[in-house]
């Protein structure tokens, strides 16, 4: 029965995630944390920023380590095909399809539609996990690493993974 629900818990996000991983991402976190309670907000958070910290897709890269965390490497196998299942029936089904249709203004509105929803989602997103960042570590903290984050990667350019890295590891020592 896990493994069902590993699949459904990545195949719904992938169908429904229009734009790739930044979309479904909040839909995976609806699943993982709200509807199977398999991970908190703030340990969702910690298995996001690691993600976004290695190269390739994220999406892909959380269904790999939820299910192997929930079913171990079944699970993983089983997360990382529902994980892509729904792009990859698409790719094949539809592509003929968007190609003939791709210039109507029909499919054009509703791309431009769909963007809004998904904004509010990762905005929504965002707001929780500053909200789980003050209740665990207080308002200074959060403000501080939020405040580090954006000078070291806006204006000096350092690449976002070493400042996940250094949040984490300040994360690890404070709290610690």
């Known amino acids: 029965?896990?493994?069902?629900?590993?699949?459904?818990?990545?195949?719904?996000?992938g169908i429904l995630g229009y734009g790739?991983?930044?979309?479904?991402?909040?839909?995976?976190?609806?699943?993982?944390?709200?509807?199977y309670h398999w991970l908190s907000v703030n340990e969702f958070s910690e298995v996001l920023?690691?993600?976004?910290?290695?190269?390739?897709p994220i999406a892909t890269k959380l269904a790999g380590y939820i299910?192997?965390?929930?079913?171990?490497?079944?699970?993983?196998?089983?997360?990382?095909l529902a994980s892509?299942?729904?792009?990859?029936?698409?790719m094949v089904a539809l592509l003929s399809l968007l190609m003939k249709h791709k210039e109507s203004p029909k499919v054009k509105r509703m791309t431009m539609s769909v963007r809004p929803v998904?904004?509010?989602?990762?905005g929504v997103m965002t707001y929780d996990f500053f909200f789980s960042s003050y209740r665990d570590s207080g308002l200074l903290q959060t403000a501080a690493i939020a405040a580090i984050s954006y000078v070291l990667m806006e204006k000096l350019?350092?690449?976002?993974?070493?400042?996940?890295?250094?949040?984490?590891?300040?994360?690890?020592?404070?709290?610690?």
């Open 118 to 122: 998904i904004a509010v989602l990762l």
């Open 20 to 35: 790739g991983g930044p979309a479904s991402i909040p839909l995976v976190e609806k699943e993982v944390v709200d509807h």
């Open 67 to 80: 299910g192997y965390q929930q079913g171990g490497i079944l699970g993983a196998i089983v997360g990382e």
């Open 1 to 13: 029965m896990i493994y069902f629900k590993i699949f459904w818990a990545f195949f719904v996000p």
């Open 49 to 56: 920023a690691l993600g976004n910290a290695l190269p390739g």
């Open 157 to 176: 350019k350092v690449h976002p993974a070493y400042v996940i890295a250094g949040a984490l590891i300040y994360g690890g020592l404070a709290l610690s």
């Open 84 to 90: 892509v299942g729904p792009s990859l029936l698409l």
